[in-house]
């Protein structure tokens, strides 16, 4: 099977701890994992679970990768924050895309830059 990647897509305007940022990649992860095809899920751990956090600098942004991910009929999901913490409740922090074939997913987030 080709390569089966995720790739998760944070708002860097939201200026969040690492911890916080930390967790939001992880509910990102999971909320792929269930959505995923159940064949590609099985290929993506057997590859490793290769996993990818991006970044965009705002909500309008990230949108815009969460449909044209759709479009392309792409797992997908958002994360949506509780508020606990750091941001106000309902704040938009991540996308979460796959997993699914990496040449497929790369189509919607190739340009974009790693988050350091």
Do not use: F
């Not at 909320?31 to 965009?56: F, N, S, T």
């Not at 922090?93 to 830059?113: H, R």
């Amino acid at each position: 099977m080709n390569e089966i990647k995720q790739v998760i897509v944070v708002r860097e305007d939201l200026k969040l701890s690492r911890g916080k940022l930390a967790v939001q990649v992880a509910h990102a992860s999971i909320i792929g994992y269930e959505k995923a095809d159940r064949r590609i899920v099985e290929a993506w751990k057997m590859q490793g679970q290769k996993k990818i956090v991006l970044k965009v600098n705002s909500l309008e942004e990230l949108m815009k990768i969460k449909e044209k991910a759709e479009k392309m009929g792409l797992p997908t999901g958002i994360v949506v924050d509780a508020g606990l913490t750091e941001i106000p409740p309902g704040t938009i922090t991540a996308v979460v895309i796959g997993p699914d074939e990496a040449k497929k997913i790369d189509k919607v987030t190739g340009n974009l830059p790693l988050l350091k």
